[in-house]
């Protein structure tokens, strides 16, 4: 069973940095996408920046050139880092990790609790 922990969310100003955390407890399968989700108010959750199956890394248009997504394989965590944030930045942002153990086998999904981040003034 995989568990995802996020933390580091909070209120910070437009041009200012935040940093988000994912400890991640439990066994990666080889075969795995780890990443970061966002779900605004009345909006649908949404993918920010991910580490895909092939090893690439993907980022949202609106995130592009902004926020950096990095990982740490001995601490098995995944960062978020979120440099000059904009007001519609805010949103509840969820560490998610889709894995499989061959290309035979069902994808499991998991996601952790979600950390609340909001860009105002």
Known sequence: QVQLVESGGGLVEPGG???LSCATS???F???ARGWYRQAPGKERELVAQFTT???IVYAESVKGRFIISRDNALN???LQMNNPKPEDTAVYYCNVRHRRSIFETWYEYW???TQVTVSS
């Open 17 to 19: 940095s935040l940093r």
């Open 54 to 56: 092939a090893g690439n």
């Open 26 to 28: 439990g066994t990666i």
């Open 30 to 32: 080889r075969i795995n």
């Open 77 to 79: 965590t995944v960062y």
């Open 112 to 114: 952790g609790q979600g």
